[in-house]
């Protein structure tokens, strides 16, 4: 915990009627119209923390007078707590450094610290506030402890409890044999928690994929100032910031070993993409499946039934859609998306130029914004829609005796031109494997249904 920011309450601003920003925040405002969208919630609260414990590594190395110091942690506080999000208007299209919301935090901060103190103009925004700090390392810095906190609170917690809930189906349907399908055609027999069994894996995937991206948004680019080389920069600097956000959020921050690639390029946001992508598509294959598994009821697939959530049609009565697996596809699109972005934005010659990323404002926004979307998604898709799932195992167990694809089994017994032939006739009749096997006599009914024996087929 920030041990300085003690000995100040918590005063009311008069941020209703006065805006604590300044000059360069209200310029920035000016300047950029574009979309009205600002900074995530997470990302203020990241960047109130950076701005915290460079207060509190100054404090405690002697260069900032405490009384000082004490005013920037608790105004940094208020900021971190949400206190002051409207003070904070810069849209996120602005410059690629993220100078801007840099500033706008130092001007608030400064002046909210001035109110505690009763000093106006005691805090200066860029001698106290941004003390031995850049645009450059603070914003990425910002940006990687947001999204690593996401991650970890959020999006992980999200994941397991869904994952174990596909686990529980798993179990609940390992008894319930069903038709397998390859090139949406006939295959052979799998269990339906066998299916399901695959539905958890690639989550357990995903997971671990995360959990690698985690780890290495938690080596931060503090300290690097504007272009790598620490200019400004005292001894231990980085090292403290590092200590104090690890204790606060409880993760493993460390200063990066290379500060030029923690400037020039955005990397590692661009791999904690990637691994919500493929959170995103994990996801996205197994609502489609459910999708397609629960169609019909009558004139579908029809082997799970869904949870009635809510009418699905205006016009026709008694009528259920999927609806949280349309939700989980729509977002799994809308992530992929922002990971095109973040990518774009992460390009050479584009995003990342020489010694500085000049996309980072963006591509915090698209970052926080999959963590957030597959985070609400995967609870209310495990709470809405996996948690209530039924089987149908008699239509399940009438599909397995009806497909041609049964002959399978018997091709060990008969040789695969036999079996073909079969399959073709059964087709032509209407008849079931079974049925044609016995009506000529193919092979002996015990030995038939043994090899039918679709639970066999299955494996262990």
């Known amino acids: ?97 993220g100078t801007s919301t840099n500033m706008n935090a130092n001007e608030v901060i400064a002046r909210r610290a001035c109110q505690l103190l009763g000093r106006a103009g005691a805090v200066h925004p860029n001698d106290h506030v941004n003390l031995a700090q850049s645009s450059n390392d603070v ?85 690097g100032t504007a272009v790598g080389t620490g200019l400004n920069c005292p001894p231990r600097f980085a090292e403290q910031v590092c200590l104090s956000l690890g204790e606060e959020l409880r993760l493993p921050f460390c200063e990066t070993s290379n500060h030029f690639a923690g400037a020039g390029a955005r990397d590692l946001a661009v791999q904690a993409s990637a691994a919500c992508r493929q959170v995103a598509l994990a996801m996205g294959k197994i609502a489609s499946d459910i999708r397609l598994l629960s169609s019909g009821p009558r004139c579908g697939l029809g082997e799970l039934r869904l949870p009635a959530l809510q009418p699905g049609s205006s016009i026709m009565p008694g009528k259920v859609n999927p609806v949280l697996c349309e939700s989980v596809v729509q977002v799994a699109c809308q992530v992929v998306g922002c990971d095109a972005a973040i990518v774009a934005g992460a390009t050479g010659g584009v995003g990342s130029i020489l010694e500085l990323n000049v996309a980072m404002p963006m591509i915090a926004w698209n970052l926080l914004t999959e963590i957030e979307l597959l985070s609400g998604v995967a609870g209310a898709f495990r709470d809405k829609c996996i948690a209530g799932l039924e089987a149908d195992e008699a239509h399940c167990r009438a599909l397995v005796e009806q497909s041609l694809a049964m002959v399978t089994a018997l091709t060990p017994k008969i040789g695969y031109d036999a079996a073909a032939d079969l399959a073709r006739r059964a087709r032509e009749t209407g008849q079931t494997i079974r049925q044609l096997c016995l009506a000529e ?9 043994d090899l039918l024996d679709a639970r066999k087929q299955t494996g262990a």
């Open 1 to 97: 915990m920030f041990p300085f920011a003690k000995g100040y309450p918590m005063k009311k601003s008069k941020q209703a009627t006065e805006p604590l920003y300044g000059p360069q925040t209200a310029q920035a405002v000016a300047n950029f119209p574009i979309s009205g969208w600002t900074m995530p919630r997470r990302f203020l609260a990241a960047l109130g923390r950076v701005k915290q414990a460079a207060a509190a590594a100054h404090k405690q190395a002697g260069r900032l007078d405490a009384d000082l110091a004490e005013a920037i942690l608790a105004a940094a506080g208020e900021m971190a707590a949400g206190k002051l999000d409207e003070q904070f208007p810069v849209d996120v299209f602005q410059t690629g450094s």
């Open 441 to 449: 006599k193919i092979l002996p009914e015990g030995e038939l249904n």
């Open 139 to 223: 914003i990425p810095t910002a940006l990687q402890v947001a999204a690593a906190v996401a991650i970890h609170d959020e999006l992980l917690p999200a994941l397991r409890t869904l994952r174990d809930a596909l686990r529980a189906k798993a179990e609940a349907f390992d008894d319930v044999i069903k038709i397998g399908r390859t090139h949406l055609t006939d295959a052979v027999p799998i269990r339906l928690g066998q299916e399901f069994l695959g539905y958890a894996g690639q989550l357990d995937a995903a997971i671990t994929t995360l959990q690698v991206a985690m780890s290495a948004l938690c080596e931060l680019p503090i300290g």
